[in-house]
């Protein structure tokens, strides 16, 4: 894990981050003498840095938590920029522990599902999801005001698949304009409904047109949703 703790550490950082943004940023010191950077971002600006400087060194190994105390940085994106209403699209991801004992260390990340899946059930599961749908039956109504109109529940799925990761690990990728509340996990445990075969890949379809909570399958659990990545304008 890239640190950047200390005077020696900090040439590094500003090196790292220099090679992002090609500028400068402004040294800041603490009441108890610490040093600390900031400097101001365009959106882009701040998901490229980000990424290189804490993402993509955390994917390897984490050896010191000390530096969320000590790492501290201010993004500034523009005036009107929104992460929530200004993405093009999210992509989630949702993991599967499909073995017949369970394993401690996944217990957090994964659902773990005791029964034999069907790949070949999941894989047909995907194809009606695809496109543009309302899916009031996949998600949990907001609440509306008086006199207020409902909220649209239409959107726009780009991907939907499965991918078998090998140790009895099954993932579905999911991408799409924008998601409603409960979606993926619904989603989830419907195809997972398919894959035991209590459903059959053909009902996915009428659910979906039904526009009916009830018809849907078992909402999956927490544990193995990860929103994987984001898209925002260049």
């Avoid at 409902?150 to 993932?171: E, Q």
Wanted: with cysteine; aromatic share 10%.
């Amino acid at each position: 894990f890239r640190s950047y703790l200390g005077v020696a550490a900090m040439y590094e950082y500003e090196r790292d981050k220099a090679a992002v943004l090609g500028q400068p940023s402004i040294e800041h010191k603490d009441g108890r003498g610490n040093l600390y950077y900031s400097f101001s971002l365009k959106p882009e600006q701040g998901i490229e840095l980000i990424s290189t400087l804490f993402i993509q060194p955390l994917l390897f190994d984490i050896s010191d938590y000390r530096v969320l105390e000590q790492m501290s940085f201010r993004v500034k994106p523009g005036k009107h920029f929104s992460a929530r209403f200004d993405a093009l699209w999210r992509h989630y991801r949702y993991t599967v522990l499909n073995s017949a004992a369970p394993n401690p260390f996944l217990r957090h990340t994964t659902w773990h599902v005791p029964q034999r899946l069907d790949r070949d059930r999941l894989a047909l599961a995907c194809d009606p999801f695809i496109g543009e749908h309302d899916f009031s039956s996949f998600c949990r109504r907001p609440k509306q005001e008086p006199g207020e109109a409902p909220a649209s529940l239409r959107r726009n799925v780009m991907i939907a698949r499965w991918t078998d990761l090998g140790d009895d690990l099954l993932r579905l990728d999911i991408r799409a304009n924008a998601f409603c509340h409960n979606m993926v996990r619904s989603i989830t445990g419907t195809m997972v409904d398919v894959g035991l075969g209590r459903r059959s890949p053909g009902e996915l379809l009428g659910i979906l047109r039904a526009k009916d909570r009830s018809l849907a399958g078992q909402v999956a659990p927490p544990e193995g949703l990860c929103l994987w990545e984001v898209a925002y304008p260049a």
